[in-house]
């Protein structure tokens, strides 16, 4: 994914939404009102991102995040299914742009296991000494979360410099963080997510509500309450 045809897709405003195309400024969520727009389309009104605001944005330093990018071109959809079969795991692909010296997370660490693909610029990745235990839901972005993080994550453990066709392995909760070095970067992350335990209640529930006695009402409380 070279510059080129990250701007073409960008360009191609119809396939975005708020929830897939977000910016962060200074570690902080740009309101989508700041730079969608609302158009009409078949199936009514629809919030979309302008291409313009969010090239100026981005003129100013903002980082981009396009989310489920997975099928978006050949190469990243081979790529996403060739990584799903081989660890029979779902999952997704998102497409970060940021510049020089503008961070756009803190230390955190994901829910998923994450292969990073630098396409262009340089980005120091930093990873650090803790690990977070099988983590499943990631804690609200929030000030007090991010404090936590800071406070948790533990030494610097390695810094590693990505340059373009460069890949990094981030084990599910390893810590981390990133800082574009060059004038800008630009990679993909693909999260990889294998079956956990979690699976067998989903599986349950959906075999017991085949039965009517589970999908009856609890009888009332007696006296005895």
Known sequence: LDWAGFNALLNQSSIW?????KLV????PVPPEQYCRSVQTQSGASFRPDPA????????GASLIAGDAQELTPAI??????LGQSFAASGNANIYCSFKGVQAFGAHYDTTDVFAVQTEGEKLWRLYENRADTPIDIPADVPDIRRWFEQTRGRVMAEVLMRPGDVLYLPRGCYHDALAQDLASLHVTF??????GRV??????QAAMQDPAFRAYLPPAGKDG
Do not use: C, S
């Open 53 to 60: 605001k969010v090239a100026l944005f981005l003129a100013e």
């Open 77 to 82: 959809t081979d790529l996403f299914v060739a």
């Open 200 to 205: 067998i209640f989903n599986l349950l529930e």
């Open 17 to 21: 939404t708020a929830q897939t195309l």
């Open 25 to 28: 400024r200074d570690t902080e």
């Open 191 to 196: 999260a990889i997510t294998p079956l956990h």
